[in-house]
């Protein structure tokens, strides 16, 4: 079991909590009485796909620690992730009369994570939760960093607040059951902590692409623990997103704008694989990195099952939603470019027309018909 804290340099005690990655669930009961929640009322909130696969399991750990244990099941998918099925938490909560020294604990991925952390931001003003992230995805970016947050008309995490978790527990062993689709979104996120911070560990990535794609544990491990210390570092920084924590939406900015006007029919770490090729590739179009670097970026991708191009929505479409995105700032999009492989920053000064330029790139109909 491998153990480190997220407390920040500001020595601010409210956000400081135990990243926790192991093998198993063997030390979960151990950890989570660590983060106090031994007597305490708690209510497991899943979702329908992992119920199968660990809640009896994580539910026999924690028992015999809580006073009460409680479990919602949410119907599995990010088109569930709204503000109606927060109401359906809060109501097992107060049927179940949990108070403020309760605890709430999400088991899954993403969507699990963001929903049961918003909840617990929100009810009774704010309440203790910990993070069991099952997905590669949920693992080494949505569970740690405390962002919580719902979709609300078809505008991802527009609604949420910051609400730092207990405990974030991480049994890799999970991975074992996730589809190929759903692993290699994960890595889209994983890339990008390589291409932001870490030009050792990206390469690191490359070297073991083999290993990491048949989900060698040892190698799986070194994984997730790199992408959780490169997350860890900006997030100590930058607790609240007022400055540097920004460098982690490397991707998301154009990303984002394809999730949304693909209608979620891409998995979230194929969009961000798609935005970070165009942020490199405006990085690139302006002569930060070369020719080379950005190729690199490209195709490696493509070796990890994620894609590089899209079809069947116009690059206009594209453009309008980013205009749109949470991220704007004063009226400007803060974009995340690179100076070099690992060494990312935040730029307000990218033009529609390069962004323009980048989703072309991207789209695959603008492609075919130059071709044509």
């Known amino acids: 079991m491998s153990v480190f804290s997220t407390l920040p340099v500001s020595r601010d005690h409210k956000f400081a909590y135990n990243i926790v990655i192991s093998d198993s669930f063997s030390d979960l009961s151990a950890m989570a009485r660590e983060a106090e929640m031994e007597g305490r009322r708690l209510c497991i909130v899943t979702d329908s796909n992992v119920e199968k696969l660990y809640l ?20 599995a998918g990010e088109k569930n992730k709204n503000l109606d099925h927060i109401r359906d938490i809060y109501k097992t909560l107060m049927d179940g009369s949990l ?15 963001d929903m049961t952390g918003f909840a617990a931001a929100t009810y009774l003003r704010g309440i203790k939760f910990i993070q069991i992230p099952t997905t590669l995805l949920s693992q080494v970016d949505s569970s740690i960093g405390g962002k919580t947050g719902v979709d609300f008309d078809q505008y991802k995490n527009m609604v949420g607040a910051f609400h730092m978790p207990s405990l974030v527990y991480i049994n890799t062993n ?28 990206y390469e ?12 060698e544990p040892r190698v799986l491990s070194r994984v997730v623990e790199g992408s959780c210390i490169i997350k860890r570092a900006v997030v100590q920084r930058d607790p609240l997103e007022k400055g540097e924590r920004a460098v982690l939406n490397f991707g998301h900015t154009i990303g984002h704008a394809i999730e949304k006007s693909k ?31 950005f190729t690199e970026i490209r195709d490696m991708m493509v070796g990890f099952g994620l894609p590089i191009s899209f079809d069947s929505v116009p690059s206009k479409t594209i453009l309008t939603a980013v ?6 700032s004063a009226g400007h999009i803060r974009f995340i ?32 018909s130059e071709g044509d």
């Not at 750990?61 to 006073?67: A, G, T, V």
């Not at 108070?99 to 994570?113: C, E, N, Q, S, Y």
């Not at 690191?204 to 048949?214: A, F, K």
């Not at 205009?323 to 704007?328: E, S, T, W, Y």
């Open 56 to 75: 009896d399991e994580v539910k026999k750990c924690l028992e015999p620690l809580c006073s009460r244990v409680l479990v919602h099941v949410l119907p």
């Open 174 to 201: 999970t991975l074992r059951t996730l589809d190929n689709i759903q692993f290699a979104s994960g890595m889209g996120e994983v890339l990008k902590h390589g291409i932001i911070r870490d030009a050792n560990y």
């Open 337 to 368: 470019l690179l100076h070099a492989l690992g060494d990312a920053y935040i730029d307000t000064t990218v033009t529609e027309e390069e962004m323009l330029k980048a989703i072309d790139y991207l789209n695959a109909d603008v492609s075919d």
């Open 263 to 293: 209608n979620f029919t891409l998995t979230h770490g194929s969009c961000v694989a798609l935005g970070s090729v165009a942020a490199a590739y405006i990085s690139w179009q302006r002569g930060l990195i070369d020719e080379e670097t």
């Open 323 to 328: 205009k749109h995105d949470k991220k704007m």
């Open 99 to 113: 108070d403020r020294g309760d605890f709430l604990a999400a088991l899954g991925g993403g969507v699990a994570g």
């Open 204 to 215: 690191y990535l490359l070297d073991h692409m083999s290993e990491i794609e048949d989900r």
